[in-house]
């Protein structure tokens, strides 16, 4: 089940794009990149709190890493913000999970990288809130996974950035 799956989302599941094989300068062997991914906070409380089927498949995704998720700092104190809310916090108790641990099944997924420098005005977001996933996503051409109409109503604009909008992934 998806407790299995998270737990096999440590970082070893993640291989460089390219490995070098031993005493050869030149040949190198191409292993396929993950598609990098930008997950919302809202995508990771289904994944990581309310296991919602409608996500499975992206964690199915992260785990065998076919997706590698990246996030900033940012994104990480938003998502303990978020856990502090007193409807999460409730959810949490239902399901007998503590923030911590949480967090700690999550920082097993996710690859932690630098807050883009000078990317430029992209798409402006409505809610300023998803505007550092956004930016993230331009910034490495990755998918953003997003079930927010703010969000999802910059698809069309973010395709010209080789950004997909995602609600799930296929």
Known sequence: GMAQLSAACSGS??????????????????????????????????????????VESLMTALAEGELRWICTETMQLELIRVLGYPKIAKALSGHKVSANQLLEQASRCWHQVSVPMNIGITARCQDRDDQIFVDLAVAHQAKLFSKDKAVLALAKALMRCNVMVLRQWQ
């Not at 460089?16 to 809202?42: G, I």
């Open 13 to 54: 599941k993640f291989r460089p794009c390219r490995t070098r094989m031993p005493n050869s300068q030149k040949s190198e062997v191409q292993v396929l990149a993950p598609y990098d991914a930008v997950l919302d906070t809202n995508l990771v409380l289904d994944l990581f709190l309310f296991h919602d089927p409608a």
